[in-house]
């Protein structure tokens, strides 16, 4: 075997152009649904038009004498599925109708054009019942929920709060509202299944391909090594592709039943209610303080909605049990169960929309107190976690705050609101801080020694645009201590085992675990004399020892937000006019990508704070702006300058460093340039999103 | 009166012609992908809303999802894979390597609709064409500046949030064709 | 999408009579709506004739100084020509506000005349809609209308027209030219859409057949200092809540000449009569322009969610007015 040089120069840290990428801007990368297959047929949703009752009868005759249609699975003839833990994947297995836009049938056809047609020709009756899908704080059916996502506590409480706000010098009390938002990665859901050789073979756009190959084993009843799923390239999914949707269970389901490749796709008007979304919030916030700013109270109480398929309570009010030292603290929250599609994970569940309201509760109590809204957060930095006492693994807050408002150039700033005007805009400017937990679950990878003297890496870990398969081969070679070129990662495969999905900013640091225990348990065999025989030496690490031995602190990444904002009070139209972004994030691997996912992070919550919002139709129940035509997300138009760096955060609890990245760039984005349209115009808006109309009434 | 539902056309593809026996109903963009294995040219909305399925027809950027292909027989389309790299050492276009140097791109689904729109954009800017963000919309120079270069990308949607890289990548591509 | 033929018109004439040929035909254009349309069911023509290739692309100035506009030129084309950017600005601008570079390369004049509300009661075929199945209810009347009309609407449909070009045209006097069967005829932009009413299917005065040709701007020397203004829920991309267009001319220090038309408000692009008659022989200022304003939207009937429509507008108009009064040339 040849020998390592003494010094190999260090990959992690550098700032890397994808190794996709090339791939990617040619058009070479190929998705889910890009994927030739002899004889594929493809299949349409037949989606309900009720929000709640029976289907009474499915006419198919008509659709089953269009040309090109081989079936219609509907719940009279569709195969039977085992629950896998997940009510959302049973689908067309019974009369019900849970929610506007669950399947009723499948319509199999060899063209989509045939497909579509014949979806259209399908008459289903329907035994309506009353549906109940309008959400509000004071539904009746509201209750607690035993746990929040994903197995949190639903209710913290330390100190005394109502006393503690009695006493208080200065008391913020106001509640805020956040509407129902949709994931929207630009890639629709799509899944080709086929049989080939006693296997399930499944190309899949999600976030996990382990987690689905379960899901759809336990479905279908199969050995989980009869299910095969590979999801190479995916076009985001900020949580929507996290775990198993409709799509590929239907997939699978037509391709058993016909014995041939099927395709489906979902419509861009059906990821509306197929998919999940984020929850509408109802928060209320509650903050005592003393005279000089310090807190005495913080209570936050959060509300959502549930389908009565699947209870999934977003973790709204967890936001505030790691940022203040407030001397006492509660956080709530409540759920109420309606006839709508499922809420799941959007980007930051839990800290996007919680951090709005307690962020823009901070800004009311530092105007009410007369305090730099950037001071007001430094004269509360705990030393512990609040909720919890545990201790920081590494806090920088208070530096990302200090270098934030150097580069913005906050200092100086006069706090008085609607003062500043350039033509018919209104200026102002505004910070919130930002948290994410940082965590790491269990994972597998094995690490190989080629017998070219290449080293390919497996790990069934998914690249949705965050650039994993770039940063994890950076860490590969760093621990197998030999250049880049040499690695080659393989990812998005099932066969590859179990893995963390990429979701919860848990990516980089899990599989990242898991392959630095690989290629270190390789170097090692390989450093002692072992040789690469023609097929390769191979080491697996399965981290759930090691991930269970981890020290209980409390370990988060941080950041300081910063706006700039103009508002015209005669048209309503807010337009960002910069914003600065400084995060501790641990180590970062690759400061192409991370500057990436962060500033697509802060683009996200612009969008959030300015134009993102489902109707929902109270009569019909269903989201009335299904496309992207009606549900806005910021366009290129819509997004100014964005500064993003970090600041020193060295945490070395885990093998990378790192503290991820996906999702911390959208918490706090929408509470600064909430705060920044209060300094501009004096009126506080506490409902998101900013629109023009409720400007226009402010 | 009889009607034909399908027809044989001829669909010049980054500089091939293909003959093909097409459903009415199949749009540009189906044909590509599902017909002539042309994957580049990504289905994001189906309706014109987002942009991702953008290729130049007679060398104008058009979304392809809207145009039925029959409509299309004989008019010259290119494709993200007409644009170039798209065969092993082929070279990148200018503005393919400026996206790839300021990782103007994360997921990559939107990808080849952003360059096809941005390869559009700068033709379009050299042609004198005014914005809606054009103070002076009968100037005769329009600088191309960053809030021209946003306004005209608009029209692709980008849900990762590269815009900021995006216009990086078109300006550097904008100086460099200049 | 059902199954449909496809002819593509080689001429005007040839055009009338595929389509007279086939009671359930429409015409193709650029089909940016048409074809979104389809995919949702919405139309379902059994025959496309395809005119997009017919020889109607051509703007050519008139010897009045107006401009013809064919109705096979682009969005892209017209807002690109020399004449059109510096003699008829608030059409220039209007074209640019809409929809996107990749969209407007491909949508036609004419059918951009015609494009289809964006209600999306409309859009959705599982829910009623008077406009699509007559008699068959508004459900936006008490449901999703924060961008639905607050002028000229009637109880049977709420909907607004979606044209930015349309406002940008009606504000200075444009004229459809159109070839029905039975010959040319010529149709003031103002007149072209009909009133609501009771029958919110039928948009147009168009007879069945008729194919637009063209648009006629007539020359008027105003026409230079004309403006447009949308707004919209994001900074492009995105369809009106308000807009405007306007132009205004004033001789020491009285209002002589005005146009004002107003988008995003009714069924139709909307002229602002009410507020010209208020604005002719008053002297110019601030509170002629808030009296003229007031005096168009007193008609206006707002909703429980679009209500904001009326101070959008009014202060829209106001804004507009003072912006031309102080510009530079006027």
Redesign the interface.
């Known amino acids: 075997m040849t020998t390592m040089p003494a010094s190999v120069p260090t990959a992690v840290g550098e700032a890397l152009?994808?190794i996709?990428?090339?791939?990617?801007?040619?058009?070479?990368?190929?998705?889910a649904?890009?994927f030739?297959a002899p004889g594929l047929a493809y299949g349409w949703i037949v989606p309900a038009?009720i929000a709640r009752g029976r289907v009474r009868a499915i006419d198919i005759d008509a659709a089953l004498a269009l040309p090109g249609v081989l079936a219609v699975l509907h719940h009279g003839n569709a195969p039977r599925l085992t629950d896998a833990g997940d009510a959302t994947l049973l689908v067309l297995q019974d009369d019900a109708v849970p929610h506007w836009g669950w399947p009723v049938a499948l319509v199999v056809a060899t063209?989509?054009?045939?497909a579509?047609?014949a979806a259209?020709r399908i008459h289903v009756t329907y035994d309506e019942e009353p549906h109940d899908v309008v959400f509000s704080a004071e539904h009746a059916g509201t209750y607690i929920p035993d746990h929040v996502n994903p197995a949190q506590e639903t209710s913290t409480v330390l100190g005394d709060v109502d006393a503690a706000l009695a006493a208080a010098d200065v008391v913020v009390d106001a509640t805020y509202s956040t509407p129902n938002e949709h994931?929207?990665?630009?890639?629709?859901h799509s899944a080709t299944a086929r049989w080939a050789d006693g296997r399930l073979e499944v190309i899949d756009s999600n976030q996990g391909a382990f987690a689905v190959r379960q899901s759809l084993a336990t479905l279908f009843s199969l050995d989980p090594s009869a299910v095969h799923v590979r999801s190479e390239?995916?076009?985001?999914g900020?949580g929507a592709k996290g775990t198993a949707r409709p799509h590929v269970v239907l997939a699978a389901m037509a391709a058993t039943v016909l014995q041939r490749p099927v395709r489906v796709?979902l419509?861009?008007q059906q990821m509306f209610s197929l998919v999940g979304y984020r929850t509408p919030t109802v928060q209320r916030v509650r903050v005592g303080a003393d005279a000089s700013g310090r807190l005495t109270a913080l209570d936050h109480l959060a509300y959502s909605q549930t389908s009565r398929v699947l209870e999934f309570t977003e973790q709204t009010a967890i936001y505030a049990r790691v940022m203040y030292a407030a001397g006492a603290l509660r956080t709530d929250h409540r759920v109420v169960a309606l006839d709508v599609p499922t809420p799941r994970w959007m980007r930051a569940p839990g800290e996007a929309p919680g951090s709005f309201a307690v962020e823009s509760a901070l800004d009311e109590l530092a105007e009410q107190c007369g305090i730099d809204p950037v001071e007001l957060r430094a004269r509360n930095e705990p030393d512990v976690e609040p909720a919890t006492g545990r201790p920081f693994s590494s806090r920088n807050l208070r530096t990302c705050f200090t270098e934030g408002a150097r580069r913005f150039g906050w200092a100086g700033r006069d706090a008085r609101p609607g003062v500043r005007r350039d033509g018919?805009w209104l200026l102002g400017t505004g910070t919130a801080a930002a948290t994410y937990p940082a965590r790491v679950t269990p994972s597998t990878a094995t690490a190989t020694a080629e017998a070219d003297g290449l080293f390919t890496i497996r790990i069934t870990a998914s690249d949705?645009?965050?650039?994993a398969r770039t940063a994890l081969t950076q860490i590969a070679a760093d621990a197998l201590r030999v250049p880049l070129e040499r690695v080659r990662v393989l990812i998005g495969d099932s066969d590859f085992g179990q893995a963390q999905l990429a979701g919860g900013s848990l990516g980089t640091g899990s599989w990242g675990f898991a392959i630095t225990e690989a290629c270190r348990a390789l170097r090692t065999e390989l450093d002692g004399g072992a040789t690469v025989p023609p097929d390769g030496l191979t080491a697996r690490a399965d981290t759930a020892e090691r991930v269970q031995a981890l020290p209980a602190l409390s370990r988060h990444s941080y950041g300081a937000q910063f706006a700039e904002v103009a508002v015209d009070l005669?048209?309503?139209?807010v337009?960002v006019r910069r914003m600065v972004g400084i995060f501790a994030v641990g180590r970062v691997v690759n400061p192409?990508?991370a500057?990436?996912?962060l500033?697509?992070?802060?683009?996200?919550g612009l969008?959030m704070a300015?134009?993102e919002e489902a109707?929902l139709?109270?009569?019909?129940g269903d989201v009335?702006?299904?496309?992207?035509?009606?549900y806005?997300?910021?366009?290129?138009?819509?997004?100014p300058?964005?500064e993003v760096d970090w600041v020193d955060d060295a945490d070395d609890v885990i093998p990378t460093g790192t503290k991820g990245l996906g999702e911390i760039g959208i918490v706090g984005a929408a509470a600064a340039i909430a705060n920044a349209v209060w300094h501009a115009t004096g009126a506080r808006h506490r409902d998101l999103p900013i629109?023009?109309?409720r400007v226009?009434?402010s | 009166m009889e009607r034909a539902t399908a027809a044989t056309i001829t669909l010049t593809v980054n500089g091939v012609a293909h003959s093909l026996d097409i459903d009415h109903r199949t749009t540009l963009l189906d044909a590509l992908r599902e017909r002539l294995d042309l994957t580049g040219t990504k289905k994001g909305c189906d309706h014109g809303q987002c942009g991702a399925c953008t290729v130049l027809v007679e060398g104008r950027r058009a979304d392809s999802c809207l145009l039925l292909a029959v409509a299309v027989a004989g008019k010259a389309v290119t494709t993200i894979e007409g644009i170039g790299g798209a065969a092993a050492g082929e070279a990148l276009h200018p503005v393919q390597q400026a996206f790839l140097d300021h990782d103007g791109y994360q997921c990559g689904y939107c990808t080849p609709g952003q360059i096809c729109s941005a390869v559009a954009v700068l033709d379009e800017h050299a042609a004198g064409w005014p914005s809606a963000v054009t103070g002076d919309v009968g100037a005769e120079e329009i600088v191309l500046d960053e809030p021209e270069i946003r306004e005209r990308m608009s029209g692709n949607l980008c849900r990762c949030g590269a815009y900021v890289s995006i216009v990086a990548a078109v300006a550097d591509a904008a100086g460099a064709q200049s | 999408m059902r199954e449909f033929g496809y002819d593509r018109a080689t001429d005007v004439a040839g055009a009338i009579a595929l389509l007279g040929a086939d009671p359930h035909a429409h015409y193709l254009g650029g089909g940016t709506n048409l074809v979104d349309l389809m995919k949702l069911g919405v139309e379902a023509p059994t025959r496309l004739v395809d005119v997009s290739r017919l020889p109607l692309a051509g703007i050519e100035v008139l010897p009045d100084g107006g401009l013809r506009i064919g109705s096979t030129a682009s969005n892209s084309d017209i807002a690109a020509h020399p004449d059109v950017r510096r003699r008829f600005p608030a059409v220039a601008q209007a074209v640019l506000a809409g929809a996107s570079g990749q969209l407007r390369n491909v949508a036609t004049a004419g059918g951009n005349l015609l494009q289809r509300t964006r209600c999306p009661y409309f859009t959705d075929v599982t829910k009623p809609c008077n406009k699509r199945v007559p008699g068959t209810g508004c459900p936006a009347r008490d449901g999703e209308h924060h961008n639905h009309a607050i002028l000229g609407a009637s109880v049977q449909c709420i909907a607004t027209h979606p044209s930015d070009f349309a406002v940008g045209l009606v504000a200075l006097d444009a004229r459809v030219t159109v070839q029905e069967s039975d010959g040319p005829r010529e149709i003031p932009l103002e007149e072209f859409y009909r009133p609501v009413g009771s029958t919110p299917e039928r948009e147009t005065v168009l007879g069945p057949g008729a194919l637009i040709t063209g648009i006629v701007l007539p020359g008027l020397p105003i026409a230079a200092r004309s403006r447009y203004r949308k707004v919209r829920e994001r900074a492009s991309y995105a369809f009106a809540i308000g807009s405007i267009a306007a132009a205004l001319h004033v001789t020491d220090g009285t209002v002589t000449e005005v146009r004002i038309a107003l988008g995003a408000v009714a069924s139709r692009p909307w002229r602002a009569r009410a507020a010209e008659r208020v604005l002719l022989g008053a002297p110019v200022g601030a509170d002629a322009f808030a009296d003229a304003a007031d005096a168009e939207l007193a008609a206006a009937q707002p909703l429980r969610d679009n209500a904001y429509k009326v101070p959008l507008m009014r202060n829209l108009i106001v804004t507009m007015l003072s912006e031309l009064a102080e510009a530079p040339g006027r």
């Open positions: 152009t994808r996709e990428g090339r791939l990617k801007v040619t058009g070479q990368a190929r998705y649904a890009e030739p038009r063209t989509s054009e045939q579509r047609a259209e994931n929207s990665p630009m890639e629709p390239h995916v076009g985001g900020f796709t419509t861009r018919r949705i645009g965050t650039g005669s048209s309503g139209e337009r192409l990508t500057r990436s996912q500033v697509g992070g802060m683009t996200m969008s300015l134009h109707i139709d109270p009569v019909f009335v702006n299904h496309d992207l035509a009606g806005h997300v910021a366009t290129n138009a819509d997004v300058p964005i629109r023009p109309d226009l009434f």
